[in-house]
């Protein structure tokens, strides 16, 4: 139904099933790109002629239109950013930076690892991780443990495991992270595609978003961060587009959130993620996750079938992502062969090897579901997955 929209199925042949690693777009996300390298391309918030005074319009059209996505309160809580290992980056170099105590998920992305890991911190040495408990739960008791034992922390956790799609209670963890005089950031690379946010009702501090992983071009992210806490984020690279004042002396800086957004920023990437965004609330984001939940059941009760399967979370609380083994068969080896097959999923770690290490495998196969894939979609990889399967146990 909606592959239509999409070229991408257009010119392949390929059951695209890697979503968490990117989305493809749609047609009128690629159509504005172009529109801007052919017919207004110019800087922006710099020169006042016409194509360059278009391109600021539409460059900060989308801050509103995400600032209505995600239901915050002002466009100037919204910065742009290269995506969400930027946002992680910059939160790490600045505004976290002097906290005693960094708390973070056993299910974590490495980009919300090793940020923490170049500070010199590491386990039980000014950062802690919460315990993950059976099918990958986040152990609500053992992270209220770590905040009575270091209150005034700064805790920074994924929304949905890019690696098992497990999605944690973020409200729930926002209230107890408050509780102990505590901020949050939270990781929404995989979150913003797949369900409706409201960063006010979560009450986050801070929200990290990827553009590429929901519709949008690559290279573009943003981050939200709660208006009173805008003037407590120092300022984490400057040049053009940051500046209000400078002499030799002694250099001002705008206010938020042009201060953080320094040097030509991915105008085009950043126009396309309005379209994206509004491609989105065309759908609406209640019927994108009802058409995904129904194709991760039907996903996770067909891989139930298959034998010698291990699965290691359950649909409870999961979206978009679904990772899984066979006994004795290196995972690597089924991707390998499910590509020659034209069924693209990703084997491996995903970027998430202490969890790896921690249940003890390698890695996994993962297939990442969107709104624009269906049952059949998921028949043809399941038959694949058989075919393959067979083949390395002969």
Known sequence: MYKKDFPFFENSSVTYLDNAATTQKPKEVINKVVDYYTHFCSNTHRSNHGDANKATKEFEATRETLKTFIN???????????????????????????????????????????????????????????????????????????????PNSFVSITHVSNAFGVTHDIKE??????????????????????????VQDLDVDFYAMSSHKTFGPTGVGALYVKKEL???????????????????????????????????????????????????????LKKVHEVENELYYYLHNELKKIEDIVLYNNTKNAIGSKSFNIKNINSEDIGILLDKMHIAVRAGHHCAQPIMKKLNIDGTIRVSIAFYNTKE????????????IMMLKD
């Open 377 to 388: 979609d998921i028949d043809i990889f399941i038959k694949g997955l058989k075919k393959a």
């Open 173 to 198: 963890i926002a209230r107890l992270t408050h509780k102990y005089d505590s901020y949050l950031l939270v990781d929404a690379a995989q979150s913003l595609a797949h369900f409706k946010v409201d």
């Open 72 to 150: 915050a309160t002002y466009t100037k809580e919204i910065i742009f950013t290269k995506g969400v290992s930027e946002c992680l980056n910059m939160l790490a170099s600045t505004f976290a930076k002097e906290f005693k105590t960094i708390i973070i998920s056993s299910l974590e992305h490495h980009s919300n690892i090793t940020p923490w890991h170049m500070q010199g911190r590491s386990l039980h040495k000014g950062l802690e991780v919460v315990n993950v408990k059976q099918n990958l739960e986040f152990d609500f008791e053992h992270f209220e443990e770590l905040l009575k034992a270091n």
């Open 230 to 284: 805008l003037e407590k984020l120092p300022v984490y690279q400057t040049g053009g587009a940051t500046i209000n004042d400078v002499s030799f002396e002694r250099s001002i800086m705008l206010d938020a959130p042009y201060k953080y957004e320094a040097g030509t920023q991915n105008i085009a990437g950043v126009i396309g993620f309005k379209k994206a965004l509004d491609y989105l609330n065309n759908i609406t």
